[in-house]
């Protein structure tokens, strides 16, 4: 009955205005802001209590460094105040702060104190890290500390060494890639790099997303580079080899429900449960992420782009054997060159094409794929049709290409195989085999 008793309001959206009795006369939202300033609670802050904040995330900026974004909890903090960084097994340190800035909107403004209650970013303390608890006195207790997952998947970022290399970017080298792969260990906590090998880094992250997002960035910024296939991270537990899991939650139309549960039944994914939901079916499965890997694209296709996928990580569970997931071989160019709809015409009956007309090629370069599981073709997509005086029926049909599937960033890390390399620039996203001549291939 308690849950009945609450404050009602009536609003017009479409017309921005809200009222607390039905025939009042509003002219905007102001009735509704009045009630959430009488009837919600301020948040449990205290401005007399000693400082404490914790940064729930990290940003940083060339000239005043790593930066903590965070809630004041309790009291007041004012620039050049001396601090400790304490966490639940001790303090780790001290620091001065040497900037707050407070958000409106998208700005970010100085202002010389923050008080409890405020979210602000704060910089001075170099070695600040999400979770720590910011206080004025070494002996305050500290927050319960924000915990960051572990990263689920890796793989190899390298120098592009393509036929076509450094023609679009601008931030080529390693020592380049490797400055900003360290640029963005600053902020990006739940992203491991390793850096032992100084022409290629094994980076870390959680999941395909997370990686998406860096390659993202970094072809904006104007960096050009390749990736490897990812991998899912395996680990030991209690003398047992264990990999990462997920849980899947997916509204489907339930006509698509089916293929559903067989593609996810072949990725070693276990239904948890199925139910419908207002016209749609909702499925939730666990299934290990090597298992997911690669499957969003053909998920988009099964259910006509209406199905929505979502996951989240459950941990680390025994390791299940392996998964067959690509059903599908590489159609390789074996010449350098602009590909012709005359040879893609006849192309496009042997699989599905990568590529449009015009655009140019390179050998050892995946132009498409083809039916056979695993398998390689040769082709030239550079072939054009051979002019005679002759003329029969039927011969000049006109040339009708196929929509291609166009290699997207996400799609290339979903198709990217174990002997090929996905290679990234600013301007274009290309699959590619690790080994550009047939010759090199058989010998590898």
Known sequence: DDQLDFI???AIA???????????ASMDLTPLLDIILEAVPPALSD????????PFNLAYDNYLGRMAIGRMHEGVMKKGQTVFINTPSGTRGKATITSIMSFYGFERRECPEAIAGDIVMIAGISDIDIGDTICED???????AINVGEPTISLIFLVNNSPFAGQDGKFVTSREIRARLERELEVNVGLKVD???NDQFMVSGRGELHIAVLLENMRREGYELQVSQPKVILKEVDGKMCEPFEEVTLDVPTEASGVIIEK???????????????GHTRMIFEIPTRGLLGYRGEFMTDTRGEGILCSRVLGFQPHIGEIKKRMVGSMVSMATGKALSYALFNLQNRGTLYIRPNIMVYEGMVIGNVLKNDSE???NPLKGKNLTNVRASGSDEAIVLITPFEITLERGLELVGDDEYLEITPKNVRLRKKFLTENERKRN
Do not use: C, N, W
């Open 8 to 10: 009602l309001l009536y």
């Open 14 to 24: 479409k017309q921005g205005v809200a009222f607390r009795k039905l025939g009042d």
């Open 47 to 54: 401005t007399t209590a000693p400082l404490r904040m914790q």
């Open 138 to 144: 070494p002996g305050q207790k500290a927050l319960p």
């Open 195 to 197: 850096f032992s090998a």
């Open 264 to 278: 996810l039944s072949q990725r070693k994914g276990v239904m948890k449960d199925i139910r419908p939901e207002h």
């Open 377 to 379: 073709m040769l082709v």
